[in-house]
């Protein structure tokens, strides 16, 4: 799989302040990988690095193969990017300001550009000065989409939209992916990274605490089970096998949380009187909390 984004060792301090350290990614082609980590984590500051808007204080960092340092422009030429936040000019109307930045882009369709418009039910005769947050975060995306840049880089993309506009969003990132371009999107929301994103990585404290697929992660996190039985079942049974805890039994029933394979406690229920038997899959928030948790370290809320 050839490499889109590119890291090694990448690190940027700000004096005493951590920023991050020792970053080491690599995201291909026609993926969409989320970057996950609660607010101070990295996620901008490894964003601003990989457009050249901050210099990295070691290591180095390559988009297409082009080391962020040498040759931004060639980059940010087949880069859509929307930032956590931004500002645009108050005076201009929604229509104005996407036609401004479609002019300093160039090679814009104008019929993709009213199709977005569209879906995103955006009143482009308004002024940007009299948009909502969430209709600002609109035009935002807009920009960065309206080129169908080869990457598109997102800093907390749904912040401020309603349901139905994000469901729009999800849309739009699988059409992207299906057109065969790549999407690097920061968040701290799991439930949209766990809809759009191929490989997630999880930050802390300016480090990679994991990378993986999105399916992969879910399963390290523990699956709630519930067993009901015909009659009396022994509670050691289950309490000794790998990776079962929190085992509660209530009249025939066991409810217990198992991480890792779970065949072991199918074969063991298949020895009883087993009348039901629940799982239910972790989500990627239970997953996020218990990588940190494993970490000893207290999960914030942006």
Same mark, same amino acid.
Not at 14 to 37: A, K, M, Q, T
Not at 57 to 77: L, N, Q, W, Y
Not at 172 to 191: N, T
Not at 233 to 260: I, K
């Given at each position: 799989?050839?490499?889109?984004?590119?890291?090694?060792?990448?690190?940027?301090?700000?004096?005493?302040?951590?920023?991050?350290?020792?970053?080491?990614?690599?995201?291909?082609?026609?993926?969409?990988?989320?970057?996950?980590?609660?607010?101070?984590?990295?996620?901008?500051?490894?964003?601003?690095?990989?457009?050249?808007?901050?210099?990295?204080?070691?290591?180095?960092?390559?988009?297409? =193969?082009?080391?962020? #340092? $040498? !040759?931004? &422009?060639?980059?940010?030429?087949?880069?859509?990017?929307?930032?956590? +936040?931004?500002?645009?000019?108050?005076?201009?109307?929604?229509?104005?300001?996407?036609?401004?930045?479609?002019?300093?882009?160039?090679?814009?369709?104008?019929?993709?550009?009213?199709?977005?418009?569209?879906?995103?039910?955006?009143?482009?005769?308004?002024?940007?000065?009299?948009?909502?947050?969430?209709?600002?975060?609109?035009?935002?995306?807009?920009?960065?989409?309206?080129?169908?840049?080869?990457?598109?880089?997102?800093?907390?993309?749904?912040?401020?939209?309603?349901?139905?506009?994000?469901?729009?969003?999800?849309?739009?990132?699988?059409?992207?992916?299906?057109?065969?371009?790549?999407?690097?999107?920061?968040?701290?929301?799991?439930?949209?990274?766990?809809?759009?994103?191929?490989?997630?990585?999880?930050?802390?404290? =300016?480090?990679?605490? #994991? $990378? !993986?697929? &999105?399916?992969?992660?879910?399963?390290?996190?523990?699956?709630?089970? +519930?067993?009901?039985?015909?009659?009396?079942?022994?509670?050691?049974?289950?309490?000794?096998?790998?990776?079962?805890?929190?085992?509660?039994?209530?009249?025939?029933?066991?409810?217990?949380?198992?991480?890792?394979?779970?065949?072991?406690?199918?074969?063991?229920?298949?020895?009883?009187?087993?009348?039901?038997?629940?799982?239910?899959?972790?989500?990627?928030?239970?997953?996020?909390?218990?990588?940190?948790?494993?970490?000893?370290?207290?999960?914030?809320?942006?």
């Amino acid at each position: 799989m050839t490499a889109v984004i590119n890291t090694e060792r990448l690190t940027k301090s700000y004096g005493p302040h951590r920023g991050i350290i020792d970053l080491d990614l690599s995201i291909g082609e026609n993926e969409v990988f989320g970057f996950l980590g609660p607010n101070g984590a990295g996620k901008t500051t490894t964003i601003r690095t990989l457009l050249d808007l901050i210099r990295p204080t070691s290591g180095r960092a390559f988009v297409f =193969g082009i080391e962020t #340092t $040498v !040759d931004p &422009v060639a980059i940010h030429k087949r880069i859509g990017y929307l930032p956590g +936040e931004f500002a645009l000019y108050d005076r201009l109307t929604g229509g104005q300001t996407l036609q401004y930045f479609a002019n300093l882009r160039g090679g814009v369709d104008r019929s993709y550009q009213s199709s977005l418009i569209e879906r995103f039910e955006i009143d482009p005769t308004r002024r940007y000065k009299e948009y909502s947050k969430g209709n600002k975060q609109k035009i935002g995306l807009v920009v960065a989409l309206q080129h169908r840049p080869d990457l598109l880089i997102l800093d907390e993309p749904t912040s401020g939209l309603d349901p139905l506009v994000q469901q729009t969003f999800f849309e739009v990132i699988s059409e992207a992916k299906a057109d065969g371009r790549s999407v690097f999107m920061s968040s701290h929301v799991l439930s949209e990274v766990e809809k759009t994103c191929d490989r997630v990585a999880i930050v802390r404290d =300016g480090r990679l605490v #994991t $990378v !993986d697929r &999105v399916d992969a992660l879910r399963d390290l996190a523990a699956h709630q089970v +519930e067993l009901r039985f015909g009659g009396p079942v022994p509670v050691e049974a289950f309490a000794n096998l790998a990776g079962v805890s929190n085992v509660v039994a209530e009249d025939h029933t066991l409810r217990m949380h198992v991480s890792g394979p779970i065949a072991p406690v199918v074969k063991e229920a298949a020895r009883f009187d087993l009348a039901d038997f629940v799982s239910r899959e972790p989500s990627l928030e239970e997953t996020f909390l218990a990588r940190y948790s494993a970490a000893g370290t207290e999960v914030g809320e942006a």
